[in-house]
């Protein structure tokens, strides 16, 4: 479980663009935070930054301490949860959670136990052998958890998880990611724009516009105006 700290980073695009403009955020172990904001305000840029997809323009991010901007991708402890699902569709629901793990080159038995354990608590046990198409878009995106889940990692970036889902679809997944939460504790940066899946999830909102925060507090303090 990670402690993060993020002090005045931005990030200027190669066409100038400014997307993220002096952000500063301390996140606690086991925190679930989320950044709620319109299309375009930096949540992506932000979490992309976090992972080390993107580089860091100005400033710097800690994780447990240590100075993160000039460390790989493949070497940071995190994991992360796409939109897009981004499932291998040639791959089953058991080699795809597996993935990652082998592309660390784990033993064979513990990417095994691992995906076992996953699936387990993601009720996929009856699916590990079908391929993403045979699957509905709840338990596709049970399986982009897994795959964050086996990883075992500090820290999950989730971007934008449940938008391809409908809005009855939403609301469970929405219950089931916060109860994972509750079970794992992991430390959780969450990305969207919709502001009911922000006051749900929340231990801490981030509200975000243009690339500045404009507000970070609980979601009592977020949306509970006198
Ligand atoms: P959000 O996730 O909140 O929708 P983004 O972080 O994707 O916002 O985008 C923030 C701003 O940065 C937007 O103005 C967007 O057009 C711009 N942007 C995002 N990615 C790139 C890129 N690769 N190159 C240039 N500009 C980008
Ligand atoms: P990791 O354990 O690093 O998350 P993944 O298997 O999730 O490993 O993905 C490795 C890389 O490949 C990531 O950058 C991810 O975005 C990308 N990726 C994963 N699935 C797909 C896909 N179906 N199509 C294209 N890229 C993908």
């Given amino acids: 479980m990670a402690k993060l700290v993020l002090e005045n980073i931005s990030k200027i695009y190669d066409n100038n663009v400014t997307a993220v403009s002096n952000f500063d955020l301390q996140v606690e172990e086991q925190e679930f935070i989320v950044f709620v904001g319109p299309s375009g305000c930096g949540k992506s840029t932000t979490l992309r930054m ?19 901007n000039d460390v790989p991708p493949k070497e940071r402890d995190i994991a992360m949860v796409f939109q897009n699902y981004a499932l291998y569709p040639h791959m089953t629901v058991f080699e795809n959670m597996a993935f990652g793990l082998k592309l660390r080159k784990f033993p064979k038995a513990e990417i095994a ?80 724009h919709d502001q009911t899946e922000a006051m749900t999830m929340a231990s801490r909102i981030v509200i975000m516009k243009d690339g500045l925060v404009q507000q970070i507090g609980t979601p009592k303090e977020v949306y509970d105006k006198p």
């Fill in 113 to 192: 136990e691992r995906v076992k354990n996953a699936a387990e608590i993601l009720g996929l046990e009856p699916y590990l052998d079908r391929k993403p198409k045979a699957l509905s878009g709840g338990q596709r995106q049970r399986v982009a958890l897994g795959r964050a889940i086996v990883r075992d990692a500090n820290l999950f970036l989730m971007d934008e998880p449940l938008s391809n889902l409908d809005s009855k679809l939403r609301v469970q997944m929405r219950a089931e990611i916060a109860k994972l939460h509750l079970r794992l504790k992991t430390t959780t940066i969450y990305v969207t």
């Fill in 50 to 68: 976090i992972a080390g997809l993107e580089d860091i323009s100005k400033g710097d991010f800690y994780i447990d301490g240590k100075r993160m």
